[in-house]
Each structure stands twice: as C-alpha cells, then as structure tokens.
C-alpha cells in the first residue's frame, strides 16, 4: 500500500515525465493547446484576397465538404460553435417549449443551456464508469418506471411533460454506448441528437461518432482538437433537414436577389468564411493530432504503471477514442485527495482540470428534473483531466 | 416633365457615371463589398503565432479598447455577431418574457427576432421620411393613447403587456432622432436599446450613435463599413452592465483556474481572437472609408443631379451619417417604379436593392401588436440602395 500523503507529488513526477521529457521546459504546460503548422496562414491569406470573409464563401463550402468526407455524414452544415449547432440541431429534431430533453448531468454546460434555449426542460440522468457517457442499461429501467407512451410519445409521468429527445454527449472524446442509447431511444420514441462538441475523430464501429442520431454535432472552440477559432457544425443524413439547417441558420431569409423576405424566426448561425479558412487548413492536419494524441495516451499508460491509485480512462473495444482529454480517474477510495491533487499539479506548472460541476447542482437547474445520479456523482468527484495536446509526446517537438 | 418610362434607363447612367468611370469596368458593381487594404494579414498572422485564435485573447481586448475610444463609450464587449449583440442587450436592458419592445418595421429582421429570443413580442411603430427612423412625435402620441402608467411601467392597454424597452434603429447608417426618441422613452418608463449595427461612425451632435441609450449595439458582418467576418459588440456606459455582458456572454462561467461552476443560464457569445484581429486591422482605416463614402455621396448627388424623380438621403443637421448604404427614394408617384428599375439595374451589372420587407409582414410576425404604419409603408416601397463600397468615388482606385 503506498503513502497516500505523497499520491499528489508521485502523479505530478510521473506526468512530468511525459510533458517534460526534455527538462529545460520551464512554462506552464496547458491542458489543450491548438497547433497552427500548416497551411493556415496561406488559408487566411487566400480567404482575404477573396474579399469573402463573411457568412459565405468557398472555405465555408469546402469545410462542410471536408467535414462530411472525413465523418461519412451526408450533410454537414458550419455553424458560429458547437452552442448554436446544439440549439439549431434540437429545434430541429422537433423540441419545442415545455419539453423535457434527456441530458446527461456530466457534461459542459451548453449541453443543457441549448435545451433551455428552446424553451425546453433538460432531464439529468446518470453516466457509467467505463465510457464516462449516458448508460443505456440504466436509463432503460428508468424510463420504464417513470415514463408513460402516450400517442407514440413519451411522458413523464411526475410532471406530465413530454420527453421528446435525448442528448448523449461523448465525454472527452470517449465514445459513448450510442448504439444501446439509440435503442432504448426508439424503444421510447424519444429522438436522438447527439453531442459530438468533443469527439471529432473518435469512431464507434468504424463509424463516425455524430453520424449515429438523427443529427449530430461538433465543436471547433479553440480547446479542441481542431479548432476555427470559434465554431460547430451539425452532421445529418437527411436532405430535409440539412435545407431547414441552413435555412434556419441564415436568418430564414427566402433566396432571392435583392428581395429581404424571411419565412420563420431565424437565426444568425453560420460560420464566417475567415473561420472557415482556418478549419480547412486544420482539418488536413486532424490525422497526425489524433496520431500524437494516442502516442500520448500510450507514453501516460506508461508513466501511470506504478500508480494504482489512479486508472488512465481508454477507449473501449470496437471504439476509437479521439483522446481530446486524457483523463485519469481516481480510485473511489482517494476521491478526497482530488483537490489536493489538482493544487499540486497547477503548483508544479502542470494545468489539470477536474470535470465540470454536475449541471443539476448549478444554481439555474436545481428544479430540473433528475434521475438518480449515482455513478455522476461518484465519476465527477473522480476525474482529473490532464494535458492533452497532440505533440506533448512528440520528443522531437518538445 | 420627364419621361417615366425612360427613368431607370436615365438612372443606370447616372450610376454608371460614378461607378465605372474609367468605362473599362465591366464586372458587376457589389453593394457592398469590405476592402483589406491596412494590417489583416499582419495581425491574423500575429494572431495565429500567439496560438489565441478562440474567446480570449489580446486582440479582443484591444478590440474592445479601440472600440471605446472610436465611440466614446465608456465599455465594449466584442461578440459573436450583431444579432447576439442585440440578444444579450435586450436581456441586459430587462427585457423578460411576455414583455413587448417597440421596434421598427423598417429594419432588417435581426432586430425583431432578438426580441422574440427573449420571449419577448416585437411591436411595431412607423418611422418618419427624413432619418428613415423611429418617429418620436407620432410614438408619443401613440403611446399617450394606447398605453397605461402602473407601478412605473408602461402598459399596454390591448394586450396588458408591459412595454419594455424601445429599438431605435440608424437606418442604413442614418442616424434617427435618438435624443427625441429617449425623451419620449423617459416620459413612458421605457429603456432604450440602440441598435446601431449599420452606424459605425455616425454620430449624432457629435456624439457617436450606439451611446445614447442604456446600451447600444453594432455589426460588424461581411456586408458593414468596417467588418470581422461576423461579429458585434455591445457599447454601454454603467460598469454593471458591461460585467454582466462579460458573464453572459462567456457561459456565465465563474472565473477560476480550474473549475467549472456557472451561477445562471448563459450564452456562447464571446467574439474569437481571430476575428478581433481582423477587425483591429480594418478599425485602423475607417476614417478612410469613411470619407471615402462622403466622397461618393457627392459623387452621386452630382451625377443625380437631373433626375428629380429620385432624392438621395443625406444627413440632417447636427448630424454625421457613416453613408453606409447610399439610399434613393422615389417621389411617391414613381414608387410602382421600383422593381422595373431594380430590374434594369441588376441587367447592368449595378447591384442595388430595395429596403427589407417591412417585418410586420413576415409570416412570423402577422399577428405582433403593431401602431399605424402609414410612413414605413410608404417609404419600404420608395427605398432604393445603390453601390456604396467606399472606393468607388475613388478614381484613382477604380
């Protein structure tokens, strides 16, 4: 049994023995850092030379392209980031006002906020150890004992409401059970939207993650593995809904050459062409991140071995985890030393993260309604995210 | 009296005589179309080599402290665009559910649609034939007859409803009657957003628009005087709001190094670093486009000269329109006029466009609580805008 007053000190020496492999590296290491060594700049330039900055433009065209190539999706429509693509995405699958959307409670904020955008109730229910996402099992029973099929729709039997969706978010990068999600989903007849913000390259099958839902939705923030400054998409395989996207996401201006008619309350959603240029250009580099990436997560499986007080999160089999987080998880017995852990490691210069707080602990969904939350709990006071940029385990580079 | 039928034949001419006068020019003539002709490339590249390309970064704050020193206002917050601007000063500003914000009906619809996003109605007042804005003698005896005072607030006497806050609107970069249109607002109890999206560098007495009322928006879209690829910005003057317009904008995340804690529903709002540096570039040379716009107005008032069936809209006293889009109206018995000479315009390769359809027609908006609007109807019909990107006046450029 090793001295757990030393756990802090014996973890911040073995990640450092992976970011500081050179040991003159004196700065800060950051959790996820974006890397610009391709053609950016050229992108930009071109983008500029256009005069085509703005919300049209060949770059926009050409990402949606790239994006739909590189995920198998039919469609793919470049939207201002991953909130407006999860707002758009869950009006699209038909949430409307006084709705209840299922939403993990460990996730980023925007998960549920773009259910309260729509005028929607989001509904916390619980996560599983291994994939860190919405567990089918669980929810299943769940929704049989609470739920009640009325007219093809699902009700919520305490508060009369109809559960119309289902938000699964792939936690980290790590793909979630979307297929069981998906089944006890048509089970219930509740639509499935899925939140792929961080799961750009991380497949389930061999088949992108965000293609499985009805539709589908990515992040390019600039803490993700690609990034466009700011900016999302949404995925779907439907030509009906790809035209309401755009549609949608243009204002709901009719075309037209001069004429300004709009047909619906729209939104001002779409991606500029300037951030476009960017996405391209990291788009092509996406492969070798992901690459460095699990060279990462091998080079922190190593440096971890002697650490069985904490268990590296890794891609379940038949997934591909895209790796945008690396996450350690403390065993239930160390839970307390989280902070303790945390404080060393931002001492040591090394910046790690817990999970986010529980959505239904923050103060603006303490009456939304839960599930229970068991294993949340248990996984939020467990998980320390630690530096994840692709070319941390790149020896050449560092 | 001139021949009518010959008027959009003899108005190509007078176009063409400003807009292609090297006579080589065969290519069409956009609206509007940005110029990067200062620092973009430098500064994107600046951008891209600090890495900050997403919602923080120096280029936001300097950004945001150009913005305070071009327009005097006392606080900037950059964001993702001119609609979320609105959106955010409407909630800032108070505007709750079920309130109703007096808007215009001549306005492009992003204005009516922020107020709909906050569960709010739009409610639609008539504009007046100079400034192409909000009439101030006509609301206030409209609001004397039709409104109620209780506890301070201006009621609605049809609806019951509370009525808010006000949206004066700069017409095409017109500056309104702002002072007169806050003192009726004062007289009633109402707040007033300004949106001065289309009015970078308009000022009124001296005094730049957007800082008038309690808060004040801009645009900076592809199409706008000086542009980002997308983005806008709140002005305001009281510390409170510009710290809530932070917090809002930014997830409503509490600032700390590691955790994730958010204290009420928030919005992804911030505008990202790469796109500030576009716009610190093109900020640095609006004096320049400025009075080159100033130049082509006189270009057109002369080459106009000799179609009196038309009036080109000019500043009134006191005041300093930004020209953004040069505006023709049509005497009144030319107004069936108007599409035979957008049609004649567009088949010369001169791209103009008549106002927006007044929004209280739009389907959405059929049933929004709306006073006469006699004047907007007949100005919507008489609008006409033309060329305006500012080197067209530019001989040397052209």
Redesign the interface.
């Known amino acids: 049994m090793k001295n757990t007053e030393l756990l802090g000190k014996r973890l911040v020496k073995a990640l450092e023995a992976v970011v500081r492999v050179d040991g003159n590296r004196t700065d800060a290491v950051q959790l996820h850092?974006?890397?610009?060594g391709g053609n950016?700049?050229k992108y930009?330039?071109e983008c500029?030379?256009s005069?085509?900055?703005?919300?049209v433009g060949p770059f926009v065209n050409r990402f949606e392209r790239d994006l739909t190539e590189y995920t198998g999706s039919a469609y793919a429509v470049a939207l201002?980031?991953?909130?407006?693509a999860l707002h758009l995405a869950l009006l699209l699958a038909g949430v409307q006002a006084h709705d209840e959307v299922l939403v993990p409670a460990l996730t980023?904020?925007?998960t549920a906020?773009a259910v309260?955008?729509c005028?929607a109730t989001p509904h916390f229910v619980d996560s599983e150890g291994q994939t860190l996402g919405m567990d089918a099992r669980v929810l299943r029973s769940y929704l049989a004992s609470t739920t009640d099929q009325l007219d093809g729709r699902c009700i919520n039997r305490r508060t009369g409401r109809v559960i119309r969706a289902m938000l699964p978010m792939h936690t980290f990068g790590h793909p979630c059970d979307v297929e069981a999600l998906i089944a006890v989903a048509n089970e219930f007849a509740i639509c499935v939207v899925e939140d792929a913000a961080e799961s750009l390259g991380s497949t389930v099958g061999g088949r992108h993650t965000g293609t499985f839902g009805k539709l589908g939705t990515l992040s390019f923030?600039?803490?993700k593995t690609i990034?466009t400054?700011?900016g999302g998409a949404i995925l779907c395989n439907e030509l009906e809904l790809y035209k309401r996207a755009k549609h949608l996401s243009t204002?709901?201006?009719i075309p037209h050459?001069?004429?300004?008619?709009?047909?619906?309350?729209?939104?001002?959603y779409?991606?500029?062409?300037?951030?476009a240029a960017?996405g391209c250009a990291q788009l092509e580099q996406l492969p070798s991140f992901l690459a460095a990436k699990r060279e990462l997560f091998v080079a922190y499986a190593d440096a971890l071995r002697d650490t069985p007080e904490v268990t590296l999160v890794s891609e379940r089999q038949g997934c591909q985890s895209n790796y945008w987080l690396h996450t350690l998880l403390l065993a239930p017995e160390y839970a307390h030393k989280r902070d303790e852990i945390?404080n060393e490691c931002?001492q040591a210069g090394i910046?790690?993260?817990?999970?986010?707080?529980l959505i239904h602990r923050?103060?603006?969904y303490l009456t939304a309604p839960q599930a229970p939350l068991t294993q949340s709990e248990s996984l939020a006071a467990r998980i320390i995210n630690i530096p994840s940029s692709p070319w941390l385990a790149d020896k050449s580079k560092s």
Chains 1, 2 share one sequence.
Not at 33 to 36: L, W
Not at 270 to 275: A, E, K, Q, S, Y
């Open positions: 850092e974006p890397r610009f950016e700049s930009l330039e500029l030379q005069t085509f900055v703005s919300s201002v980031n991953g909130t407006s980023f904020v925007a906020n309260t955008y005028g923030n600039g803490n990034t400054g700011g204002t709901a201006k050459a001069w004429s300004f008619e709009h047909d619906e309350i729209g939104f001002n779409r991606m500029p062409n300037l951030n960017l945390l931002h910046m790690c993260r817990p999970a986010w707080q923050l103060p603006m």
